[in-house]
């Protein structure tokens, strides 16, 4: 899988939007670019995907640059429930069918501030 | 929906002796499940995947007579640390795929493993 980049750690005010961005830019035309998350001491959450379009779900936004080299995940009103590290993950969409693992990076930890 | 269990949350034993902790996919069947472990201030590394019925496929480095892996259903997968040592101390997640066709995966609370 196609290695991605995103920054150690960001701040962010409880009840504003967070844009937390990651850096894809060896991606290819078959990778679709996921995201999970974890909260402190429990397994990663997944938070959403997509291929080329932005998508939205009720946890957050992925808005996708229209090369396809950086995304950014969007939680609109961050809560301090939101406080987690954030992973960035591509899957190429025909591998083994979705049947292989996932590949964590250092992911973004996310600090939420009262 | 899509909820994956994991039990014991929490584990300890003394060196030598083996646990056996469960990962299983409540409301749906899972053909295809992957154990990963994460050390203190680390990132999650995958150890294996578990398919249903067959044996499982190890990532490179991992002993698979130590850790041990039954998925002899399409809910319950089992991961077995045999003759533990307090280097196996961890916390072991499982995850499971939906179905085919989509691509995310359901992760279990995981489990905190502890070898005195």
């Known amino acids: 899988d196609a290695k991605t980049t995103q920054p150690n750690s960001m701040e962010s005010n409880e009840e504003e939007p967070v844009h937390l961005p990651c850096n894809h830019s060896?991606?290819?035309?078959?990778?679709?670019i996921h995201w999970y998350r974890q909260l402190p001491s429990q397994g990663p959450e997944y938070v959403i995907h997509?291929?080329?379009s932005n998508v939205n779900n009720r946890m957050a936004s992925l808005a996708i640059a229209e090369d396809r080299k950086s995304s950014t995940l969007i939680l609109h009103r961050a809560t301090l429930r939101d406080a987690a590290v954030y992973y960035c993950?591509?899957?190429?969409?025909?591998?083994?069918?979705?049947?292989?693992?996932?590949?964590f990076g250092k992911g973004t930890h996310l600090i939420i501030q009262p | 929906g899509a909820v994956v269990s994991q039990h014991p949350s929490r584990v300890i034993c003394k060196s030598g002796t083996s646990v056996k902790i469960e990962c299983r996919s409540l409301d749906f069947q899972a053909t295809t499940m992957f154990w990963y472990r994460q050390f203190p201030k680390q990132s999650l590394m995958l150890m294996a995947t578990s398919n249903e019925g067959s044996k499982a496929t190890y990532e490179q480095g991992v002993e698979k007579d130590k850790f041990l892996i039954n998925h002899a259903s399409l809910t319950l997968s089992t991961l077995t640390v045999t003759s533990a040592h307090p280097e196996d101390s961890s916390f072991y997640i499982c995850?499971?795929?939906?179905?085919?066709?989509?691509?995310?995966?359901?992760f279990g609370p995981g489990t905190r493993l502890t070898v005195t």
């Open positions: 993950i591509l899957r190429d969409r025909y591998s083994g069918g979705g049947a292989d693992g996932l590949t």
């Open positions: 995850s499971a795929r939906l179905s085919k066709g989509t691509y995310e995966q359901y």
């Open positions: 060896t991606i290819s035309g078959t990778d679709y």
């Open positions: 997509g291929l080329t």
